[in-house]
Protein backbone atom coordinates (compact mmCIF):
# COMPACT_ATOMS: atom_id res chain seq x y z
CA UNK A 1 0.00 0.00 0.00
CA UNK A 2 1.15 3.60 -0.71
CA UNK A 3 1.06 5.78 2.08
CA UNK A 4 0.38 9.50 0.84
CA UNK A 5 2.64 12.02 2.69
CA UNK A 6 0.62 15.36 1.61
CA UNK A 7 -2.75 13.73 3.07
CA UNK A 8 -1.13 12.70 5.98
CA UNK A 9 0.41 15.96 6.57
CA UNK A 10 -2.76 17.94 6.14
CA UNK A 11 -4.76 14.45 8.50
CA UNK A 12 -1.63 15.61 11.29
CA UNK A 13 -2.85 18.61 11.61
CA UNK A 14 -6.27 19.17 11.42
CA UNK A 15 -6.49 16.24 14.01
CA UNK A 16 -4.05 17.74 16.35
CA UNK A 17 -6.04 21.32 16.03
CA UNK A 18 -9.51 19.73 16.41
CA UNK A 19 -8.11 17.33 19.74
CA UNK A 20 -6.35 21.13 21.24
CA UNK A 21 -10.04 23.02 20.34
CA UNK A 22 -11.89 19.76 22.13
CA UNK A 23 -8.90 20.15 24.92
CA UNK A 24 -8.34 16.71 25.05
CA UNK A 25 -5.60 13.79 24.41
CA UNK A 26 -6.19 11.79 21.82
CA UNK A 27 -4.33 8.52 21.56
CA UNK A 28 -4.49 4.86 20.92
CA UNK A 29 -5.49 3.49 24.04
CA UNK A 30 -3.28 1.19 25.99
CA UNK A 31 -3.44 -0.37 29.61
CA UNK A 32 -5.90 -2.58 30.94
CA UNK A 33 -7.74 0.25 32.89
CA UNK A 34 -8.32 2.33 29.92
CA UNK A 35 -10.24 -1.00 28.30
CA UNK A 36 -12.17 -1.54 31.41
CA UNK A 37 -12.98 2.40 31.56
CA UNK A 38 -13.81 2.25 27.70
CA UNK A 39 -16.32 -0.83 27.90
CA UNK A 40 -18.30 0.63 30.85
CA UNK A 41 -18.22 4.29 28.89
CA UNK A 42 -19.70 2.19 26.28
CA UNK A 43 -22.03 0.41 28.35
CA UNK A 44 -23.47 3.93 29.76
CA UNK A 45 -23.64 5.28 26.37
CA UNK A 46 -26.13 2.23 25.19
CA UNK A 47 -27.62 1.85 28.32
CA UNK A 48 -26.45 -1.83 29.35
CA UNK A 49 -24.99 -3.66 32.39
CA UNK A 50 -21.09 -3.46 32.46
CA UNK A 51 -21.67 -7.23 31.64
CA UNK A 52 -23.07 -6.41 28.17
CA UNK A 53 -21.08 -3.47 26.85
CA UNK A 54 -21.13 -3.47 23.80
CA UNK A 55 -17.46 -4.04 23.70
CA UNK A 56 -16.04 -6.03 26.17
CA UNK A 57 -12.64 -4.99 27.68
CA UNK A 58 -10.78 -8.00 27.17
CA UNK A 59 -12.35 -7.79 23.18
CA UNK A 60 -11.01 -4.08 23.23
CA UNK A 61 -7.31 -5.13 24.42
CA UNK A 62 -7.75 -8.04 21.90
CA UNK A 63 -8.59 -5.61 19.21
CA UNK A 64 -5.48 -3.38 20.16
CA UNK A 65 -3.43 -6.60 20.50
CA UNK A 66 -4.26 -7.20 16.75
CA UNK A 67 -3.70 -3.45 15.50
CA UNK A 68 -6.90 -2.40 15.45
CA UNK A 69 -7.81 1.30 16.02
CA UNK A 70 -8.91 1.87 19.51
CA UNK A 71 -8.90 5.58 19.71
CA UNK A 72 -9.31 6.77 22.85
CA UNK A 73 -10.62 10.44 24.28
CA UNK A 74 -8.56 11.34 27.23
CA UNK A 75 -9.63 14.26 29.93
CA UNK A 76 -7.00 13.72 32.30
CA UNK A 77 -6.61 10.29 33.26
CA UNK A 78 -10.39 9.86 32.26
CA UNK A 79 -11.46 7.97 29.06
CA UNK A 80 -14.23 10.08 27.61
CA UNK A 81 -14.34 9.04 24.48
CA UNK A 82 -13.72 6.10 21.94
CA UNK A 83 -13.89 5.07 18.50
CA UNK A 84 -12.88 1.56 17.02
CA UNK A 85 -12.16 0.50 13.09
CA UNK A 86 -10.52 -2.60 12.03
CA UNK A 87 -8.83 -3.39 8.80
CA UNK A 88 -10.35 -5.33 5.40
CA UNK A 89 -8.07 -8.14 4.35
CA UNK A 90 -4.45 -8.25 4.18
CA UNK A 91 -3.02 -5.25 1.96
CA UNK A 92 -7.01 -3.81 1.94
CA UNK A 93 -6.85 0.09 1.74
CA UNK A 94 -9.82 0.40 3.61
CA UNK A 95 -10.95 0.57 7.58
CA UNK A 96 -14.05 -0.18 9.05
CA UNK A 97 -15.18 1.70 12.03
CA UNK A 98 -17.22 -0.18 14.60
CA UNK A 99 -18.37 1.88 16.78
CA UNK A 100 -18.06 5.35 18.56
CA UNK A 101 -18.82 7.14 21.92
CA UNK A 102 -18.48 10.11 23.60
CA UNK A 103 -19.73 10.45 27.39
CA UNK A 104 -22.87 12.61 27.42
CA UNK A 105 -21.09 15.32 29.92
CA UNK A 106 -18.44 15.48 26.91
CA UNK A 107 -20.85 16.15 24.04
CA UNK A 108 -21.13 19.72 22.55
CA UNK A 109 -17.05 20.32 22.84
CA UNK A 110 -16.24 18.35 19.64
CA UNK A 111 -14.79 14.87 21.06
CA UNK A 112 -17.04 13.32 18.27
CA UNK A 113 -15.02 15.06 15.55
CA UNK A 114 -11.79 14.90 17.26
CA UNK A 115 -11.93 11.20 17.52
CA UNK A 116 -12.81 10.51 13.63
CA UNK A 117 -9.73 12.81 12.64
CA UNK A 118 -7.61 11.19 14.77
CA UNK A 119 -8.99 7.81 13.56
CA UNK A 120 -8.35 9.27 10.08
CA UNK A 121 -4.82 9.74 11.07
CA UNK A 122 -4.05 6.45 12.33
CA UNK A 123 -5.75 4.79 8.90
CA UNK A 124 -3.90 6.76 6.71
CA UNK A 125 -0.21 5.97 8.42
CA UNK A 126 -0.98 2.67 7.34
CA UNK A 127 -1.87 2.88 4.20
CA UNK A 128 -5.85 3.03 3.92
CA UNK A 129 -7.74 5.37 1.91
CA UNK A 130 -11.23 5.19 2.95
CA UNK A 131 -13.44 4.16 6.12
CA UNK A 132 -16.60 2.47 6.31
CA UNK A 133 -19.31 2.26 8.75
CA UNK A 134 -23.05 2.34 9.34
CA UNK A 135 -25.70 4.71 11.47
CA UNK A 136 -29.11 4.90 12.00
CA UNK A 137 -30.87 6.81 9.55
CA UNK A 138 -33.38 8.26 11.67
CA UNK A 139 -31.44 9.92 14.19
CA UNK A 140 -30.77 13.27 12.95
CA UNK A 141 -27.62 14.20 14.36
CA UNK A 142 -25.33 11.24 13.29
CA UNK A 143 -26.84 11.82 9.88
CA UNK A 144 -25.77 15.68 9.71
CA UNK A 145 -21.97 15.05 11.41
CA UNK A 146 -21.69 12.14 9.24
CA UNK A 147 -22.90 13.66 6.00
CA UNK A 148 -22.35 17.16 6.63
CA UNK A 149 -19.78 17.86 9.19
CA UNK A 150 -17.46 15.04 7.82
CA UNK A 151 -18.60 15.10 4.13
CA UNK A 152 -19.26 11.12 4.40
CA UNK A 153 -20.75 9.61 0.93
CA UNK A 154 -24.17 7.34 1.19
CA UNK A 155 -23.50 3.87 -0.29
CA UNK A 156 -26.01 2.14 0.47
CA UNK A 157 -29.57 2.00 2.58
CA UNK A 158 -29.49 -1.65 4.54
CA UNK A 159 -32.91 -2.91 6.10
CA UNK A 160 -32.15 -4.87 9.15
CA UNK A 161 -28.33 -4.76 8.78
CA UNK A 162 -27.88 -6.34 12.64
CA UNK A 163 -30.03 -8.66 14.46
CA UNK A 164 -32.07 -7.75 16.92
CA UNK A 165 -30.81 -5.56 19.47
CA UNK A 166 -31.48 -5.36 23.22
CA UNK A 167 -29.66 -2.41 24.65
CA UNK A 168 -31.49 0.84 25.27
CA UNK A 169 -30.84 2.69 21.83
CA UNK A 170 -32.25 -0.05 19.83
CA UNK A 171 -34.12 -2.31 22.01
CA UNK A 172 -38.04 -2.76 20.08
CA UNK A 173 -36.73 -1.38 16.86
CA UNK A 174 -35.26 -2.73 13.79
CA UNK A 175 -31.66 -2.13 12.60
CA UNK A 176 -32.08 -0.32 9.45
CA UNK A 177 -28.93 1.15 9.03
CA UNK A 178 -27.15 3.73 6.36
CA UNK A 179 -23.77 2.82 4.93
CA UNK A 180 -21.26 5.79 4.03
CA UNK A 181 -17.92 5.69 3.05
CA UNK A 182 -15.22 8.41 3.81
CA UNK A 183 -12.64 9.74 1.86
CA UNK A 184 -9.70 9.96 3.89
CA UNK A 185 -7.53 11.59 1.49
CA UNK A 186 -9.31 14.60 1.30
CA UNK A 187 -12.56 14.52 4.03
CA UNK A 188 -13.66 17.31 3.28
CA UNK A 189 -16.66 18.79 4.71
CA UNK A 190 -20.02 19.52 3.22
CA UNK A 191 -22.22 22.35 2.88
CA UNK A 192 -25.97 22.51 4.22
CA UNK A 193 -28.10 21.91 1.59
CA UNK A 194 -30.75 24.50 1.40
CA UNK A 195 -34.72 23.45 2.26
CA UNK A 196 -35.97 23.92 -1.14
CA UNK A 197 -37.69 20.86 -3.44
CA UNK A 198 -39.95 18.59 -3.41
CA UNK A 199 -40.48 16.50 -0.09
CA UNK A 200 -40.99 13.12 -0.22
CA UNK A 201 -41.80 12.25 3.87
CA UNK A 202 -42.50 15.08 5.81
CA UNK A 203 -44.20 15.26 9.60
CA UNK A 204 -48.22 15.63 9.51
CA UNK A 205 -49.09 18.40 12.62
CA UNK A 206 -49.74 15.35 14.76
CA UNK A 207 -46.15 13.83 14.28
CA UNK A 208 -47.16 11.15 11.93
CA UNK A 209 -44.77 10.58 8.94
CA UNK A 210 -46.55 11.21 5.83
CA UNK A 211 -45.54 10.05 2.18
CA UNK A 212 -45.70 11.69 -1.04
CA UNK A 213 -43.84 10.09 -2.89
CA UNK A 214 -40.27 10.13 -4.58
CA UNK A 215 -39.63 11.91 -7.91
CA UNK A 216 -36.61 10.71 -10.03
CA UNK A 217 -34.83 14.66 -9.41
CA UNK A 218 -32.78 16.48 -7.57
CA UNK A 219 -32.84 18.26 -4.84
CA UNK A 220 -35.71 15.63 -2.83
CA UNK A 221 -36.29 15.95 0.42
CA UNK A 222 -37.28 13.75 3.17
CA UNK A 223 -37.88 14.58 6.67
CA UNK A 224 -35.65 13.32 9.69
CA UNK A 225 -37.25 13.33 13.40
CA UNK A 226 -35.58 15.58 15.80
CA UNK A 227 -35.69 13.00 17.98
CA UNK A 228 -36.15 9.65 17.34
CA UNK A 229 -34.84 8.07 20.24
CA UNK A 230 -37.31 9.93 22.64
CA UNK A 231 -40.09 9.18 20.38
CA UNK A 232 -39.12 5.20 20.64
CA UNK A 233 -39.28 5.97 24.96
CA UNK A 234 -42.76 7.86 24.81
CA UNK A 235 -44.53 6.09 21.22
CA UNK A 236 -43.05 3.32 20.35
CA UNK A 237 -45.61 2.84 17.64
CA UNK A 238 -45.37 6.14 16.28
CA UNK A 239 -41.51 5.84 16.14
CA UNK A 240 -41.59 2.26 14.28
CA UNK A 241 -44.05 4.01 11.69
CA UNK A 242 -41.43 6.53 11.07
CA UNK A 243 -39.01 3.25 10.75
CA UNK A 244 -40.96 1.93 8.05
CA UNK A 245 -41.91 5.58 6.38
CA UNK A 246 -38.05 6.38 6.33
CA UNK A 247 -37.48 2.18 4.96
CA UNK A 248 -39.98 2.62 2.25
CA UNK A 249 -38.91 6.00 1.24
CA UNK A 250 -34.34 5.99 0.88
CA UNK A 251 -35.19 2.33 -0.42
CA UNK A 252 -37.41 3.75 -3.67
CA UNK A 253 -35.34 6.58 -3.62
CA UNK A 254 -32.12 4.16 -4.42
CA UNK A 255 -34.12 2.68 -7.08
CA UNK A 256 -34.12 6.07 -9.05
CA UNK A 257 -30.52 6.09 -7.97
CA UNK A 258 -31.15 8.56 -5.67
CA UNK A 259 -29.44 8.73 -2.38
CA UNK A 260 -28.88 11.17 0.62
CA UNK A 261 -26.01 13.94 0.63
CA UNK A 262 -26.70 16.81 2.79
CA UNK A 263 -29.14 17.17 5.42
CA UNK A 264 -30.52 20.87 5.04
CA UNK A 265 -30.66 23.47 8.19
CA UNK A 266 -34.69 22.54 8.37
CA UNK A 267 -33.96 18.54 8.90
CA UNK A 268 -34.48 17.32 5.55
CA UNK A 269 -31.89 14.25 3.92
CA UNK A 270 -31.25 16.13 0.34
CA UNK A 271 -31.39 13.45 -2.49
CA UNK A 272 -29.14 13.60 -5.29
CA UNK A 273 -28.28 11.27 -7.90
CA UNK A 274 -24.82 10.12 -7.63
CA UNK A 275 -22.76 8.23 -10.23
CA UNK A 276 -20.66 5.28 -9.09
CA UNK A 277 -16.98 5.58 -9.25
Known amino acids: MT ?7 VARDVAAKSALRAALNLRPLSSREEFAAASDLLAGIWGTSRDASPLSSDLLRSLSHADACVMGALSGEEVVGIAVA ?3 PPVSDVMYSLIAGVKPAFAGRGVGIALKYA ?3 WSLERGANRMLWTYDPLI ?5 FNLVRLGAQVQEYIPEFY ?12 TDRICVSWDLASAI ?3 PADDDGPVALHAESD ?3 HRTGILPRHGMRVWIPRDIETMRLQDNALAMRWRIAMADVLQEAETHGLVPVSVSP ?4 VLEQVTAA
Open 86 to 88: VSG
Open 207 to 209: GEP
Open 119 to 121: QRV
Open 189 to 191: QSL
Open 3 to 9: ILSEPLT
Open 266 to 269: GGYY
Open 163 to 174: PPMHDALNRKDR
Open 140 to 144: RRNAH
